[in-house]
């Protein structure tokens, strides 16, 4: 039995409406009464409904709760990562005999620099952390 080529892309043409073009015939198939024509996006219907954001940033009791069980694992990972930054600084400053002091202090404050234990306020946002706007690497607040 032979299959004409017509038929084949007759069947390829309805598969793509049917399937991944079938958000763009729905909206070329929209009503034209002057009102704004929204594209059918069938992800947004299954996403659940946005929720408000959390406006407040003043530290709240789960916030100590969370930043006490937070610093269990982040003070010795603190503790791991500044011997390793003072490590390498002074591997570094060893090797180039000096002269890459920048680049061994750029090592040493990212390890050693402050908070070295989590509070509260920075669980909550109220301190900015490490990619927040208004952020200070140096830990003056």
């Known amino acids: 039995m032979k299959i004409f080529p017509w038929i084949s892309a007759a069947l390829v043409a309805a598969l ?26 069938p992800v947004e219907k299954m996403l659940m409904p946005s929720v408000e954001p ?5 530290p709240t009791g789960g916030d100590a709760v969370a930043a006490g069980l937070m610093n269990v694992v982040y003070v010795p990972g603190k503790v791991i990562v500044c011997t390793a930054g003072v490590l390498t600084s002074t591997v570094l400053m060893l090797m180039t005999f000096g002269s890459a002091y920048r680049a061994a202090r750029g090592v040493f404050l990212e390890g050693c620099s ?27 607040h």
């Open 54 to 58: 959390i406006t407040s940033k003043d």
């Open 114 to 140: 402050a908070p070295w234990a989590l509070t509260a306020a920075y669980v909550s946002g109220k301190i900015p952390g490490p990619g927040d706007p208004g952020y200070d690497p140096s830990g003056r």
């Open 16 to 41: 793509f409406v049917s399937g991944p073009l079938a958000p763009m015939a729905a909206f070329a198939q929209a009503p034209q009464t002057g009102q704004e024509r929204v594209p059918v996006d």
